[in-house]
Structure formats: structure tokens, C-alpha cells
């Protein structure tokens, strides 16, 4: 984990700025074009492959946007949230969602987790660990099913 204010600093998420990503962030979340979407978001900082599916009020961090990886052939459901950043202890941590993962309506994936090749995460599940590939996550805190 890295220290989220050092962090900011140096990916110059600060400022004006932290505003524009802000604002692109809360057009994104709304828009129905689900490509414009995804270039708002692009535009945010978020790695972003071809064929991936976000869907509407979907929260992907706009505090440090930049540490989030989504690799191609990827869906996400609506109103899922992910984040790369914990204010209580102002820590930062990549999260990595890989090629073919599937991530279930309001699931919840937190910082520093990696969701593996061709997994499923269900609706409303708290990823709090890594997902390992071809696998199925389902629950609070997330757990594999057979």
C-alpha cells in the first residue's frame, strides 16, 4: 500500500485537476451512451481494454483513478463500486480486474484486490480478497462456490 496523499502528489491528482476527474466521474456515472461512458471514465485515468461493458451508477474511484486496470472482454453490472483508496488510514492500492471477469450488480470490490481471468463476482458481494481465475465469488465478505 502506498500513502494516499504522496500519491495524489505525484500523479498530479490535485487541484484543478481532482476537479475536472470529479466532474467527469459524476457525468460518467449518469450518461446513458455506454461509450461515452467509458471514454469519460477513460478520460478520468482508468485503464480501460476493448470490450468491456460498464453499466450505469457505477462508482469506479475518482480519488486516484489511475490504480484502477480493467482488461478487455470485461463486464460490469450497474451500481457496482470499486476503490483503490481507504481514507481512514489514507492508504492507496491497485485493483486489477482481469480479462473475461464478470462483477454482479452493487458488488462492492475494495482496494488492492485483483479479480481473476474469467471470474464471477455476484451481485452485492464485498471482494475484500483476490479472485482467483475461473471462479465465482458470491456473498459478504466474498467467498468461492462451487
Known sequence: MINKKEFQAQNNLRGLNKIRIKFLHRIARNILSPKIRLKLYKWMGISIGENVFIGTETFLDDEVPNLITIEKNVVIAFKVTI??????NGKVAPVLVKEGAYIGTGAIITMGTEIGKNAIVGAGA??????????TVVGVPAKIID
Open 126 to 135: 464485498v471482494v475484500t480478497k483476490n479472485v482467483p481465475e475461473n471462479s
Open 83 to 88: 476503490v483503490a483508496h481507504d481514507d481512514t
